[in-house]
């Protein structure tokens, strides 16, 4: 007898169930399968991969100096270790899926830019070109062969690079730029830096904006509104460190050729974290900051400081977001006109005011364009008043290219044969400013008015930035000995006079006027209000 079963409905419904989804699973894979190796997905990959060798792995080894590829071995394993691991997984495309096709490529390209190892991070390349391009200016600028101190300082600087090379797999990426920076400040160069100290090599910032003035270091403005109360307060301690003693530490983390050079820039770097860090002020760069604070009447407060904003937006001093406490109306100093290079004429003082902010954004384009010249403003003014003073204001000229051929240049000249010539300096006025106001002052009577500035004169210039690849970081070099490659613009500079007159290499002023910090407040030059005064 044969026995019946009978069967749940209920369960005969979940088999099939279970069926069709483990059909669907089957056909999805089998499906899978094929897309995997269809045509047009190889084809999309190998693509891919053409351009990830031609652009990412041939060019950024193309990028590297030709001075270090040469007769580089290792670069040059590295080089095609990672061809041949392309081509291998240009094979493995039908095997792989997208993700794990673009995860074997990123290891590829991270292990060629890196050099080869996670110990190396990158960096065994930036000491090795941090090291061609010291030996390039030790040649430019010293003499190790005959000069005893000269060489000390040579075996003194490679020594720590060699130091540095050796902890290299036990530092971070910021600990090791710093190390490279104090390195460099040695040489006592204001061209010579790292990126550390420059806008592009910074994301982050202090929301406050602070100035040196003769009566120290003052808050004038801060990029949020919780923070008014700093603003035009001195600055007496960062996280209990008297501010003196910032300055020293900063000093030597900063090449300079004098110490005014440190003044006029130490209230930027002071908003730094990655300096701050540097110098032993925060453990962290993602650490708070409290301020320890004067006001203009005397009384002390603390105001913490615990948030940061990005560079791009205290660049500009005048965006919307920068807050400050000032009078109101502009003095010629002062003005915000955004032009290089402008004239005026002061009608108070019957003074041809020639204000030269910057040369750089200038360079080359006079040729070009000849209403970017204040030729023809100087000569309008001169022809339409009656001009008692001139003034050539290099305030805060942070430099560019020294050029003595322009037009303008030489129309000065000829009207100071009869009327005074004043040029006004500071801590601020650095590299060509200086050594085109020595122009006019040794081709004219010129009267130097202000404070010296901040860089040495006639020296070692023309920066040349080298970047370390795959590190997001450069060294800036001086590339020019005056001396030695601008010899007949020297003779023109220095008109019968001698470097060895200047005495430690800068310019001290005929007339030494300061600016305070009621000065800024109240928008008052008493630079320029001494000139109006003068007989």
Same mark, same amino acid.
């Given at each position: 007898?044969?026995? #019946?079963?009978?069967?749940?409905?209920?369960?005969?419904l979940?088999?099939?169930?279970?069926?069709?989804?483990?059909?669907?699973?089957?056909?999805?894979l089998?499906?899978?399968?094929?897309?995997?190796?269809?045509?047009?997905?190889?084809? #999309?990959?190998?693509?891919?991969?053409d351009?990830?060798?031609?652009?990412?792995?041939?060019?950024?080894f &193309?990028?590297?100096?030709e @001075?270090?590829?040469?007769?580089n071995?290792?670069?040059?394993?590295?080089?095609r270790?990672?061809?041949a691991? /392309?081509?291998?997984?240009?094979?493995?495309?039908?095997?792989?899926? *997208?993700?794990?096709?673009? +995860?074997?490529?990123?290891?590829?390209?991270?292990?060629?830019?890196s050099?080869?190892?996670?110990?190396?991070?990158?960096?065994t &390349?930036?000491?090795?070109?941090?090291?061609?391009?010291?030996?390039?200016?030790?040649d430019?600028?010293?003499?190790? *062969?005959?000069?005893?101190? *000269?060489?000390?300082?040579y075996?003194?600087?490679?020594?720590?690079?060699?130091?540095?090379?050796?902890?290299?797999?036990?530092?971070?990426?910021?600990?090791?730029?710093?190390?490279?920076? @104090? /390195?460099?400040?040695?040489?006592?160069?204001?061209?010579?830096?790292t990126?550390?100290?420059?806008?592009?090599?910074?994301?982050?910032?202090?929301?406050?904006?602070?100035?040196?003035y003769?009566?120290?270091?003052?808050?004038?403005?801060?990029?949020?509104?919780?923070?008014?109360e700093?603003?035009?307060?001195?600055?007496?301690?960062?996280?209990?460190?008297?501010? =003196?003693? %910032?300055?020293?530490? %900063?000093?030597?983390?900063?090449?300079? !050729?004098?110490?005014?050079?440190?003044?006029? &820039?130490?209230g930027?770097?002071?908003?730094?974290?990655?300096?701050?860090?540097?110098v032993?002020i925060?453990?962290?760069?993602?650490?708070e900051?409290?301020l320890?604070?004067?006001?203009?009447?005397?009384?002390?407060?603390?105001?913490?400081?615990?948030?940061?904003?990005?560079?791009?937006e205290?660049?500009?001093?005048?965006?919307?977001?920068?807050i400050?406490d000032?009078?109101?109306? =502009? #003095?010629?100093?002062?003005?915000?006109?955004?032009?290089?290079?402008?004239?005026e004429?002061?009608?108070?003082?019957k003074?041809?005011?020639?204000?030269?902010?910057?040369?750089?954004?200038?360079?080359?384009?006079?040729e070009?364009?000849?209403?970017?010249?204040?030729?023809?403003?100087?000569?309008?003014?001169?022809?339409k008043?009656?001009?008692?003073k001139?003034?050539?204001?290099?305030?805060?000229?942070?430099?560019?290219?020294?050029?003595?051929?322009?037009?303008?240049? =030489?129309?000065?000249?000829?009207?100071?044969? !009869?009327?005074?010539?004043?040029?006004?300096? +500071?801590?601020?006025?650095?590299?060509?400013?200086?050594?085109?106001?020595?122009?006019?002052? +040794?081709?004219?009577?010129?009267?130097?008015?202000?404070?010296?500035?901040?860089s040495?004169?006639?020296?070692?210039?023309?920066?040349?930035?080298?970047?370390?690849?795959? &590190?997001?970081?450069?060294?800036?070099?001086?590339?020019? +000995?005056?001396?030695?490659?601008?010899?007949?613009?020297?003779?023109?500079?220095?008109?019968?006079?001698? /470097?060895?007159?200047?005495? =430690?290499?800068?310019?001290?002023?005929?007339?030494?006027i300061? %600016?305070? %910090?009621?000065d800024y407040?109240?928008k008052?030059?008493?630079?320029?209000?001494?000139?109006?005064?003068?007989?």
């Amino acid at each position: 007898m044969i026995k #019946k079963i009978k069967y749940n409905k209920k369960f005969i419904l979940m088999v099939a169930v279970i069926i069709l989804i483990a059909a669907a699973f089957l056909m999805a894979l089998l499906k899978g399968e094929a897309a995997l190796s269809s045509p047009e997905r190889v084809l #999309k990959w190998k693509l891919v991969l053409d351009k990830v060798r031609t652009d990412d792995i041939n060019g950024f080894f &193309r990028e590297l100096p030709e @001075y270090y590829m040469a007769n580089n071995e290792h670069e040059t394993e590295l080089q095609r270790e990672a061809l041949a691991a /392309i081509f291998a997984l240009s094979d493995e495309i039908p095997n792989m899926t *997208d993700k794990e096709i673009a +995860n074997r490529l990123s290891e590829i390209v991270s292990r060629a830019k890196s050099g080869g190892s996670a110990e190396c991070i990158g960096w065994t &390349r930036g000491m090795a070109i941090l090291s061609f391009h010291l030996e390039e200016y030790f040649d430019k600028f010293y003499d190790i *062969d005959n000069n005893s101190a *000269d060489f000390e300082l040579y075996k003194e600087l490679f020594g720590e690079i060699d130091s540095l090379s050796a902890d290299v797999p036990n530092l971070s990426d910021l600990e090791i730029k710093i190390r490279i920076q @104090y /390195i460099l400040a040695k040489l006592g160069d204001s061209h010579t830096y790292t990126s550390l100290l420059t806008a592009d090599g910074i994301n982050k910032v202090y929301p406050f904006f602070a100035n040196s003035y003769e009566d120290g270091l003052w808050v004038v403005g801060v990029y949020r509104e919780k923070y008014k109360e700093a603003i035009n307060c001195k600055i007496l301690e960062i996280n209990n460190i008297p501010i =003196d003693e %910032i300055f020293e530490r %900063i000093r030597g983390f900063v090449g300079h !050729e004098h110490v005014n050079f440190v003044k006029s &820039r130490y209230g930027n770097y002071i908003a730094y974290p990655e300096v701050l860090f540097a110098v032993n002020i925060i453990e962290n760069i993602e650490d708070e900051i409290i301020l320890t604070l004067e006001g203009l009447d005397g009384n002390i407060k603390a105001v913490a400081f615990y948030e940061k904003i990005q560079m791009a937006e205290r660049l500009d001093a005048f965006d919307a977001t920068f807050i400050t406490d000032r009078a109101d109306g =502009d #003095k010629a100093f002062f003005a915000s006109r955004n032009e290089g290079i402008w004239a005026e004429y002061i009608e108070y003082g019957k003074i041809l005011f020639i204000r030269l902010n910057t040369f750089s954004k200038y360079e080359g384009k006079w040729e070009m364009d000849p209403e970017l010249d204040p030729f023809d403003d100087i000569k309008e003014i001169s022809s339409k008043h009656k001009i008692e003073k001139i003034v050539l204001d290099y305030r805060g000229n942070t430099g560019g290219w020294v050029r003595l051929d322009y037009p303008w240049q =030489d129309l000065v000249i000829e009207l100071a044969q !009869e009327i005074p010539l004043f040029l006004a300096l +500071n801590w601020n006025s650095y590299s060509a400013a200086p050594n085109q106001a020595l122009y006019f002052k +040794n081709n004219t009577n010129a009267i130097t008015i202000g404070l010296p500035p901040g860089s040495g004169l006639l020296g070692r210039m023309d920066p040349m930035e080298v970047e370390i690849p795959d &590190r997001n970081f450069s060294i800036t070099f001086s590339a020019s +000995n005056y001396h030695e490659d601008y010899a007949a613009d020297l003779e023109q500079i220095l008109n019968g006079t001698k /470097i060895e007159d200047y005495g =430690d290499n800068t310019i001290h002023p005929d007339i030494q006027i300061v %600016i305070g %910090i009621l000065d800024y407040i109240n928008k008052s030059d008493p630079v320029l209000e001494w000139i109006v005064r003068i007989e």
